[in-house]
T-cell receptor, first 117, second 111 residues
Framework: GAVVSQHPSRVICKSGTSVKIECRSL??????MFWYRQFPKQSLMLMAT?????????EQGVEKDKFLINHASLTLSTLTVTSAHPEDSSFYIC?????????????FGNGTRLTVT | GQQLNQSPQSMFIQEGEDVSMNCTSS?????WLWYKQDPGEGPVLLIA?????ELTSNGRLTAQFGITRKDSFLNISASIPSDVGIYFC???????????FGQGTELSVKP
């Protein structure tokens, strides 16, 4: 079945530094990838939609200059949290969909636990 | 914006009991998906529903896509301890294909 790999699984960084999270589709080409954020005991909140070769579409309230998304190939999207602050500490999860976007289910990576100290 | 209301928020049941949870939406979705999430991991797809009225099973799990395309339910029969986790419904729109998630149902199963 479809596999989505996310790396790293955990990262601790100091306030003010930047962190890059990778999301890879391992056995299919992902024309669209989605980035979610999840706070403890809460649901997944969509941050942005990433389309290969074009600019990401950000949800309302998500700062595009703070959360940089790059989808340079059909198997890789990256999320960079720039100038991280403690309030950015969260669980970040990506998902990916193949070419038949509206008929194929979304599969998720295992998430990245970001802790900003 | 689009919202999904999932209920109940939490359930505490005895092993062997059946479980039912549901989601309703203020707008129509073309696809309904049910996921399970264990602590510290990403959601795992359980069942995908593509047609209004569709009833689909996956082992002890059964889910239905409401005829109005605004609701869905998930049933788990004969629950076992490994069913413990958080279950999320998700609706997928046809404008970008993004998933909107319900608030989740936390299931606890007592052996």
């Amino acid at each position: 079945g479809a596999v989505v790999s996310q790396h790293p699984s955990r990262v601790i960084c100091k306030s003010g530094t930047s962190v890059k999270i990778e999301c890879r589709s391992l056995d299919f080409q992902a024309t669209t990838m989605f980035w979610y954020r999840q706070f403890p005991k809460q649901s997944l909140m969509l941050m942005a939609t990433s389309n290969e070769g074009s600019k990401a579409t950000y949800e309302q309230g998500v700062e595009k200059d703070k959360f940089l998304i790059n989808h340079a190939s059909l198997t890789l999207s990256t999320l960079t949290v720039t100038s991280a602050h403690p309030e950015d500490s969260s669980f970040y999860i990506c998902s990916a969909s193949g070419e038949s976007s509206y008929n194929s289910p979304l599969h998720f990576g295992n998430g990245t636990r970001l802790t900003v100290t | 914006g689009q919202q999904l209301n999932q209920s109940p928020q939490s359930m505490f049941i005895q092993e062997g009991e059946d479980v039912s949870m549901n989601c309703t939406s203020s707008s129509i979705f073309n696809t309904w998906l049910w996921y399970k999430q264990d602590p510290g991991e990403g959601p795992v797809l359980l069942i995908a529903l593509y047609k209004a009225g569709e009833l689909t099973s996956n082992g002890r799990l059964t889910a239905q896509f409401g005829i109005t395309r605004k609701d869905s339910f998930l049933n788990i029969s004969a629950s076992i301890p490994s069913d413990v986790g958080i279950y999320f419904c998700a609706g997928r729109d046809n404008q970008g294909g993004k998933l909107i998630f319900g608030q989740g149902t936390e299931l606890s199963v007592k052996p």
